[in-house]
């Protein structure tokens, strides 16, 4: 006779009066493949945790995204944000596709010129810019938003200096009506600061001021605060042409589209939640279009979203190191992804569920990952499958952010693979040893040799 | 493995569909049907050989892999106060 | 005409009670109805789950937090066993899950007459004061917060007391910083954020209950005074009130955004005769039956609204009709729970 599935025997309290968190208890469909290719094939092959980005998710999104804009609107550019995912082959990935390099520091810079990036075609972001990055910028043509009056001094100091004109935008903040409001980029809209800028820059008579530019906030859920944002931008570029009769190339609209991860404290999940391109795309297209902007004289349209263009195609697999209970009879599971690989885990109910049928049954399970610190928490009370030692998970949608805030703490930085085209499995970066470690130290002389 | 069965409260009421009445606590549970098995196992005075043989034969479930959750499962009745209390002979 | 199924929410009929039965009540009392009633319950002890003179059958569903696909599922399992006609959610936390579903339910055969996403989304609380100018309507000021220190930084543009309200639910009055952070707390760890810091207006509340066709037009508005109020800021008794005033305030309101649905006004009268709007909650608000007792089935128009019949608008209703809310000990049968909460039916 055929053996029937083992199933953990469990009792659960069936909760009366104060609501639970449940209502009728929902299943959790395993992921158990990426593009064609079993997680566990892939754990078995590259170890675990391992991340695993998937290129046809990332082109599939980004011409989504493109297509939202471009049919709205008559010239629109992407420029890839580094600092959301700066792994060559992903950065490489929106290259081909046509977005050009959005950085904040002279790093992300070099790293955009190596992957061959022509300087004109890097957007050079942030209020971290040394003088030899700006020199470098003005030398290879690249586009330069300036933060703040400094360093907008620097430049025209250093354009007395460096034969090429400095091409620069300036980033403007503004009240759009959303929390928190960021007012620490950038030059100020409603208090005239962004207008005199402006003003300066014409007087100079050596800088080509070619753009104006916006980033109004992260993780923006709402569409509205866009329009509101474009029209502003779009009145400075009107009052521009009135008073000095110069036409700019471009507005740059920034990024902080939300992906469709969950935040903490939402109520709705984010799935439900999160507003699509063509709402973003809508958005802002109708209040350049509707501006007072002559239509012949329609700038450039640019876009610097991260987050909602890589969030998805990234997938964190791993395994599960051991199952305990809490004082309080709740489960614990413990997992080998803590904070210091997963820094998303701080601010999102983050998709985590495992990669082949296990279970029906669902218990009320905290996740904790493998650090020796209690804030190493990946899902707080979240109903689980019951998951033994061994068993394989997937986190899905992380691609943002988490291989460039990642930390290595107490363990090393695992393996990166990505998915091409075809479902075949490529490694994109090794996963550290203690020779990658070892090798940036420098332990002097006489703390070399110890007895014990 | 234990000499001694853990007994289940004689006044919980256990229907066929595993729901579970304390009617001390006034508290009520659900069990899995593998939850449902083994009480209805350890109701009926199994020992621990017997009932592990019951399931080792019927599911596809290793000795270790049984003693383990087996040991969960109990610690969790414990902790629901569903099981007599033991006495020091 | 043919009987219909309809399926309801809201069935916690306890002490500040969800609109589900109250709407029933209507359906139930319609001479031009005939409905077999389905309840959607969340939790295991709805009373309006036991209440089988007035509810057929009952069914557990996911929380709408859990997102809208598994909530559709259930439904289409549902579906399946009963046909449901009209489906009425009563929870303003299920509204946007149901919004967003409406094409989808309306495809296998079930409809609904709710708000526009539109609607929904622009009188929001945190949205208020936009909403006010927008339609020349008084608003308390307030703030949208997700944090207390973002409080700080209007503290100025504010007075002691403020009244803490949460997303869906919940307000509670702050006489200092102190009660503002605990109620911020409590609130954001059940409903979520922003949380909204609104100026206390001092006055009589009055509310309006009324239903737009989505073409603009209201086909009935009855306006009550709660005429005593439970600590937990509930009516615990009402009576109707004949204020050409209100009505005139809902007709407009109703007819500039053509309001799609049950909707209820929560209104301040101040000293001066001024009338200041503090929330509209869009759905049935579970004193709806006191409407009905009035002359006005809002419920029952509701339903024949969403079947695509014609419904004139009702014309006056009895004044001075009072209501008085009380609770009653249901007795129920331990298998009764045992079948909602292992089975998820009844």
């Known amino acids: ?452 | 493995m234990p000499n001694t069965m853990p007994k289940i409260r004689k006044n919980i009421a256990i229907s066929e569909s595993g729901f579970v009445f304390d009617p001390l606590s006034g508290e009520s549970y659900s069990l899995n049907p593998l939850g449902l098995e083994i009480i209805h196992l350890i109701k009926n005075g199994q020992t621990y050989e017997e009932l592990s043989e019951v399931l080792l034969a019927k599911y596809e479930v290793d000795q270790e892999t049984l003693d383990r959750y087996f040991y969960d499962f109990i610690a969790t009745l414990k902790q629901f106060n569903l099981l007599e209390v033991e006495t020091d002979a | 005409m043919p009987k219909l199924t309809i399926a309801l929410s809201g069935l916690n009929n306890i002490d500040s009670p969800g609109p589900g039965i109250p709407v029933i009540r209507g359906i139930r009392d319609s001479k031009i109805l005939n409905a077999r009633i389905i309840g959607l319950a969340y939790e295991n002890l709805e009373p309006g789950a036991y209440m089988h003179d007035l509810v057929d059958k009952s069914y557990k569903v996911p929380y709408p937090s859990d997102g809208v696909e598994p909530l559709l599922e259930r439904l289409k399992y549902i579906h399946e066993k009963e046909q449901i006609d009209v489906l009425i959610p009563n929870f303003d936390s299920e509204l946007f899950t149901f919004m967003k579903s409406e094409k989808t339910l309306r495809e296998i055969g079930i409809t609904t007459f709710l708000p526009t996403v539109n609607q929904f989304e622009e009188r929001h609380k945190s949205n208020l004061p936009e909403y006010g100018k927008k339609y020349g309507v008084n608003v308390p000021y307030s703030e949208p917060i997700s944090s207390v220190q973002d409080f700080l930084q209007h503290k100025e543009k504010f007075e002691f007391p403020v009244v803490v309200k949460g997303k869906f639910y919940d307000a509670y009055m702050a006489y200092d910083l102190d009660q503002l952070g605990m109620y911020f707390n409590k609130i954001a760890s059940k409903w979520g954020l922003p949380i909204v810091i609104q100026q206390f207006v001092k006055g009589t509340e009055v509310n309006v209950v009324a239903l737009g066709d989505g073409n603009g037009n209201t086909i009935g508005a009855v306006p009550m005074r709660k005429t005593y109020i439970t600590d937990k800021g509930k009516a615990w008794g009402g009576i109707t009130l004949e204020d050409p005033s209100m009505l005139d305030l809902t007709n407009n309101i109703i007819s500039q955004t053509h309001w799609r649905g049950g909707m209820e006004l929560e209104l301040i009268r101040t000293a001066k005769n001024e009338l200041y709007l503090i929330e509209i909650n869009p759905r049935l608000p579970a004193w709806v039956y006191l409407a009905v007792a009035a002359g006005q089935n809002l419920p029952e128009a509701l339903v024949r609204l969403a079947l695509g019949e014609e419904v004139r608008p009702f014309h006056g209703y009895a004044t001075g009709k009072m209501f008085i809310r009380y609770s009653y000990d249901m007795i129920a049968d331990l298998d009764e729970f045992e079948k909602l909460s292992t089975k998820g039916e009844l």
């Open chain 1, 1 to 452: 006779m055929e053996k029937l599935p083992f199933e953990r025997p469990t009792i659960q309290k069936i909760s009366a009066g104060i609501p639970s968190k449940h209502g009728i208890s929902r299943k959790l469909e395993p992921l158990s493949h990426i593009d064609g290719l079993s997680i566990k094939s892939l754990i078995d092959d590259y170890g675990s945790p391992l991340f695993i980005l998937s290129e046809s998710s990332i082109r599939k999104t980004y011409k989504e995204a493109y297509r939202a804009f471009s049919s709205r609107y008559p010239n629109v550019q992407f420029a890839w944000s580094y600092k959301t995912n700066y792994l060559n082959a992903v950065c490489n990935v929106f290259h081909q596709e046509g977005a050009w390099a959005e950085v904040v520091s002279g790093f992300e810079y070099d790293k955009a010129a190596a992957n061959g990036v022509s300087g004109e075609s890097i957007i050079f972001n942030g209020p971290d810019k040394s003088k030899e990055d700006l020199r470098k910028a003005i030398q290879n043509s690249s586009l330069i938003h300036i933060d703040h009056f400094d360093e907008l001094y620097e430049i025209i100091h250093l354009s007395r200096e460096v034969e090429e004109r400095p091409k620069v935008a300036i980033r403007i903040n503004m009240d759009v009506g959303v929390y928190p409001k960021w007012d620490r980029f950038g030059f100020n809209f409603e208090n005239g600061e962004a207008w005199d800028a402006l003003n300066r820059i014409k007087a100079s008579k050596n800088l080509d001021l070619i753009g104006l530019h916006t980033h109004i906030g992260t993780y923006m859920m709402t569409t509205e605060a866009y329009k509101i944002a474009a029209s502003k931008l779009a009145q400075l570029a009107v009052s521009l042409e009135k008073k000095h009769g110069h036409v700019i190339q471009y507005i740059d609209m920034g990024g902080g589209f939300a992906s469709k991860n969950t935040l903490r404290g939402a109520y709705y999940p984010g799935t439900d939640t999160t507003p699509s391109f063509d709402d973003f795309a809508e958005a802002i297209t109708s209040a350049l279009m509707s501006s007072e902007i002559k239509p012949d004289h329609l700038p450039m349209l640019i876009l610097e979203t991260g987050r909602a263009l890589i969030d998805d195609a990234g997938y964190l697999a791993g395994t599960v190191l051991a199952n305990k209970r809490l004082s309080d009879g709740r489960r614990a599971t413990i997992i080998d992804t803590g904070v210091n690989l997963l820094f998303t885990a701080f601010w999102y109910e983050h998709d985590i569920r495992p990669i082949e049928p296990i279970s029906d049954q669902m218990e009320d399970t905290t996740i904790y990952g493998p650090l020796c610190m209690n804030i190493d928490v990946i899902r707080g009370n979240v109903m689980f499958p019951l998951l033994k030692k061994g068993d394989h998970y997937v986190v899905r949608r992380v691609g943002a952010y988490n291989t460039t805030q990642w930390m290595q703490f107490i363990n090393l930085r695992p393996q990166i693979v990505m998915l091409d085209m075809k479902g075949k499995a490529h490694l994109v970066r090794k996963g550290e040893t203690l020779d990658t470690i070892n090798s940036q130290e420098i332990t002097p002389e006489h703390l070399q040799n110890f007895n014990l």
